[in-house]
C-alpha cells in the first residue's frame, strides 16, 4: 500500500471562528481527509456580526444561517466531516470562554481527536475571535493543540497576488517562516480549495477568489506550527 492508499484511523477537531475560516488551512484538511482522517470542523460562532458581500444586504441571524449553509458546502468539497456550529455571538468569544471551553471539553470526550488545529498566535488576521481561540485551546487544551498560520513569505506572495487583482491585502499577523514546523505541500488540492472557497459567496466575491487561485498557484503550502513530537510524528506519517 503506497501512501496515497494509506488510510489513517484517527480523528482531528479544527476549531475556527467563523465560517469561512477553514480557508486558511483548506489543503490541509482535504489532505487528511483523503487519508481517510475524522476531521470535524467546529465553528465557534456563525457570523452574525460580520458583512454580506453578496448583495443580499443579510445581517443577523439571517446572515448567520446563509454563513453555516456556505460552511457546509465548503466543508463537503473538502470531503470534512458535518460541521458542528456552537453559535456563540459573533466577536465575543473571550466573554464565553467557559462556555465554549465546556463545549469543546464534551467534543474533546465524545471524538477522542489525537489533533485539535486551530489559529496561531495573533489570529493571522488579528481578529479578536481568532485571537480568542488560540488563547482557549493554548491554555485548556494544550495536548492536543497545534496550529495553522501564515508564514512571513506566504505573507507577501498573497500580498502580491492581491495586487494583481487592485486588492490592498496584507496579512496583519503573519509568523516567521522558522517557527513553521510543517510546510505541507496542497497543490493536488488546489481545486478543491479554490471551489470551496468559492462557496462563500456572502464573504467572498469573484475578484477574491481570482486572488485566492492566483495565490493558491504561486504558493501550494499551507504552514502549521506548535505542535508537540508526537504530533509531529502524526502529521509527517499521515502526510508525507
Same mark, same amino acid.
Not at 78 to 89: D, K
Not at 97 to 107: H, M
Not at 210 to 232: H, T, V
Given at each position: 500500500?503506497?501512501?496515497?492508499?494509506?488510510?489513517?484511523?484517527?480523528?482531528? $477537531?479544527?476549531?475556527?471562528?467563523?465560517?469561512? /475560516?477553514?480557508?486558511?488551512?483548506? +489543503?490541509?484538511?482535504?489532505?487528511?481527509?483523503?487519508?481517510?482522517?475524522?476531521?470535524?470542523?467546529?465553528?465557534?460562532?456563525?457570523?452574525?456580526? +460580520? *458583512?454580506?458581500?453578496?448583495?443580499?444586504?443579510?445581517?443577523?441571524?439571517?446572515?448567520?444561517?446563509?454563513?453555516? *449553509?456556505?460552511?457546509?458546502?465548503?466543508?463537503?468539497?473538502?470531503?470534512?466531516? *458535518?460541521?458542528?456550529?456552537?453559535?456563540?455571538?459573533?466577536? @465575543?468569544?473571550?466573554?464565553?470562554?467557559?462556555?465554549?471551553?465546556? @463545549?469543546?471539553?464534551?467534543?474533546? !470526550? !465524545?471524538?477522542?481527536?489525537?489533533?485539535?488545529?486551530?489559529?496561531?498566535?495573533? +489570529?493571522?488576521?488579528?481578529?479578536?475571535?481568532?485571537?480568542?481561540?488560540?488563547?482557549?485551546?493554548?491554555?485548556?487544551?494544550?495536548?492536543?493543540?497545534?496550529?495553522?498560520?501564515?508564514?512571513?513569505?506566504? #505573507?507577501?506572495?498573497?500580498?502580491?497576488? &492581491?495586487?494583481?487583482?487592485?486588492?490592498?491585502?496584507? $496579512?496583519?499577523?503573519?509568523?516567521? /517562516?522558522?517557527?513553521?514546523?510543517?510546510?505541507?505541500?496542497?497543490? +493536488?488540492?488546489?481545486? =478543491?480549495?479554490?471551489?470551496?472557497? &468559492?462557496?462563500? @459567496?456572502? =464573504?467572498?466575491?469573484?475578484?477574491?477568489?481570482? #486572488?485566492?487561485? /492566483?495565490?493558491?498557484? #504561486?504558493?501550494?503550502?499551507?504552514?502549521?506550527?506548535?505542535?508537540?513530537?508526537?504530533?509531529? $510524528? $502524526?502529521?509527517?506519517?499521515?502526510?508525507?
Amino acid at each position: 500500500m503506497n501512501k496515497t492508499e494509506a488510510v489513517f484511523s484517527f480523528s482531528v $477537531i479544527a476549531l475556527f471562528a467563523h465560517p469561512d /475560516d477553514e480557508t486558511w488551512i483548506s +489543503g490541509t484538511l482535504a489532505t487528511l481527509a483523503a487519508r481517510g482522517v475524522q476531521v470535524t470542523p467546529v465553528y465557534v460562532t456563525s457570523g452574525d456580526a +460580520g *458583512s454580506d458581500h453578496s448583495g443580499q444586504g443579510l445581517t443577523g441571524v439571517e446572515l448567520a444561517s446563509v454563513r453555516e *449553509s456556505e460552511a457546509r458546502q465548503a466543508t463537503a468539497i473538502l470531503g470534512l466531516n *458535518s460541521p458542528i456550529f456552537l453559535r456563540f455571538p459573533d466577536g @465575543k468569544i473571550i466573554q464565553y470562554e467557559q462556555e465554549v471551553k465546556g @463545549k469543546l471539553t464534551t467534543l474533546v !470526550k !465524545k471524538n477522542s481527536p489525537k489533533i485539535m488545529l486551530t489559529f496561531a498566535r495573533g +489570529g493571522i488576521t488579528d481578529n479578536r475571535d481568532h485571537k480568542a481561540l488560540n488563547a482557549l485551546v493554548s491554555e485548556h487544551f494544550s495536548t492536543l493543540a497545534a496550529y495553522f498560520a501564515v508564514s512571513q513569505s506566504q #505573507a507577501e506572495i498573497l500580498a502580491l497576488s &492581491a495586487s494583481k487583482f487592485d486588492l490592498n491585502y496584507r $496579512i496583519a499577523r503573519p509568523v516567521a /517562516d522558522a517557527d513553521i514546523s510543517i510546510k505541507l505541500d496542497v497543490a +493536488g488540492y488546489q481545486a =478543491q480549495r479554490v471551489r470551496a472557497m &468559492a462557496s462563500h @459567496k456572502t =464573504q467572498f466575491p469573484p475578484v477574491m477568489i481570482q #486572488a485566492y487561485q /492566483d495565490y493558491a498557484e #504561486a504558493s501550494p503550502r499551507e504552514a502549521l506550527m506548535g505542535m508537540s513530537e508526537s504530533q509531529f $510524528i $502524526i502529521f509527517q506519517t499521515t502526510l508525507d
